[in-house]
């Protein structure tokens, strides 16, 4: 096992073990298998039904649903399964691993997960996000490059360890990602805004839009389709993501109703130079923001 505080990105034995083979903990096989020096990669999924598929696509690593031997060896375990799977899993992780052993997660809220793994694991468990991802799901939606360019915003608290924090920057930094540290209620309440917010408003843009007449879903060009396509992410994985982050996400909705309500009173007054100011200043905020 590779000494901790090493350029793990460059280790010669660097096995991860991935729980959940998805679109992100797939593609983060897919990421860590690329190059010279690949890494060792095990998967833990739940169903055995699904073994064979995640075999086909990542023929060059280890899949079982026997959580045991998957992360038996491993210098790094990173759980890529539900935010609730993730706070739950502590307990029966930190009796099947070394005490030594860094863990990280993909988890999309932050704060709960890091409340429930830092007492049970301790300081070797960094919380991590990676901005990245698709309205598709599952094994077959993973790709290698998911990860190149996407920052990975990682949650180190004050009982974090200093080895296992850079055991868990070489990692993400090995699939491709950019880091950048910030605390987990730091981190909820940014990711509300740019995150989750968006899926709530292109959810909330598909009733306001279809349900009244569903076909004029047949009329609908690429502004809508563009708008609304990450309403299609699976609905489940959301919900747990609404809920446990459900304090900034309802703040997030609140200020979006407020400036629907503020644009809406400017059209009903035909009040161009409020509408066209209206657009203008978030033409100019979201360019900013792309420069």
């Known amino acids: ?40 990669v095990s998967l ?3 169903r055995a039904e699904s073994v064979p598929a995640v075999e086909a696509a990542l023929p060059n690593c280890t899949v079982s649903t026997d959580l045991s ?10 759980l890529c399964i539900s935010p609730r799977a993730i706070e739950e899993s502590g307990e029966r992780l930190a009796g099947l691993i070394s005490p030594s052993t ?19 694991l301790g300081g070797r468990f960094i919380g991590a996000h990676p901005m990245a ?19 990975c915003i990682l949650t180190p608290t004050e009982n974090s360890d200093a080895a296992a924090l850079e055991a868990v920057r070489g990692m993400w930094s090995a ?14 309440e940014a ?4 995150s989750h917010l968006p899926h709530a408003a292109a959810a909330a843009l598909v009733h306001a839009a279809l349900d009244k007449d569903r076909s004029f879903a047949s009329l609908a060009g690429s502004g809508f389709r ?16 609404f809920l446990d982050n459900r304090k900034e996400v309802a703040a997030g909705i609140a200020d979006l109703q407020e400036h629907f309500e503020a644009l809406k009173t400017a059209v009903l007054r035909g009040d161009r130079g409020a509408v066209e100011a209206f657009l203008r200043t978030a033409r100019t905020l979201r360019s900013e923001e792309s420069a």
């Not at 031997?69 to 990173?78: C, L, Y």
């Not at 563009?226 to 993501?241: K, N, Y």
């Open 44 to 46: 833990w999924t739940r």
């Open 69 to 78: 031997a998957v992360v038996h060896g491993a210098d790094i375990v990173v």
């Open 226 to 241: 563009d708008s609304t396509r990450i309403a299609c992410g699976p609905e489940s994985l959301w919900a747990e993501i």
């Open 175 to 188: 699939a491709g990602c950019r880091l950048r540290e910030m605390p987990p209620a730091a981190h909820d």
């Open 102 to 120: 860094p863990v990280t997660d993909a988890g999309s809220v932050k704060s709960r997960i890091v409340a429930s793994l830092e007492p049970v």
């Open 1 to 40: 096992m590779p000494v901790f505080g090493q350029d793990l990105s460059r280790s010669l034995s660097r096995k991860a073990a991935i729980l959940g083979p998805g679109l992100i903990g797939g593609s983060l096989a897919m990421a860590l298998r690329r190059g010279d020096a690949p890494w060792a």
């Open 133 to 151: 991802g698709s309205e598709q799901s599952g094994i077959a939606a993973a790709r290698a490059d998911l990860y190149d360019g996407a920052l």
């Open 191 to 194: 990711v509300a805004r740019v």
